[in-house]
């Protein structure tokens, strides 16, 4: 709370009143909402869905082999190499935790 000097104090109980209902007017001019947080979770069955498309990636790896010359590698080490990346993301649970929003996301 800030002093004001003596010339600027209201003298009468009028005065005092009257600024107190301003200040009150001012203070709850605006509607308070209750704050809500956002809460998402999420769950990615990725292991499953890679197990179910491991055929199809099988079949289409001669595919790899139209890549530019630089880029040209083993078509089935590739499969491979990808397969375990998405099989090892397998159990990874991923927490955001902020004051306005959770997010949780598992990965099976």
């Known amino acids: 709370m800030s002093l004001q000097p003596a010339t600027e104090?209201?003298?009468d109980l009028a005065a005092m009143r009257e600024r107190?209902?301003?200040?009150?007017?001012v203070r709850y001019a605006e509607p308070v909402v209750p704050h809500r947080r956002t809460r998402i979770s999420l769950w990615?069955?990725?292991?499953?869905?890679f197990w179910m498309?491991?055929?199809f990636a099988i079949l289409f790896a001669?595919?790899?082999?139209?890549a530019p010359p630089l880029w040209r590698m083993n078509p089935y080490v590739t499969v491979y190499a990808v397969g375990r990346v998405l099989v090892a993301l397998g159990g990874t649970d991923v927490d955001v935790d902020t004051p306005d929003a959770r997010v949780r996301i598992k990965i099976l």
């Open 9 to 11: 104090r209201p003298r």
């Open 53 to 55: 498309l491991a055929p």
């Open 62 to 66: 001669p595919l790899i082999l139209l």
């Open 20 to 25: 107190a209902v301003r200040v009150r007017r």
């Open 44 to 49: 990615l069955p990725l292991t499953p869905i």
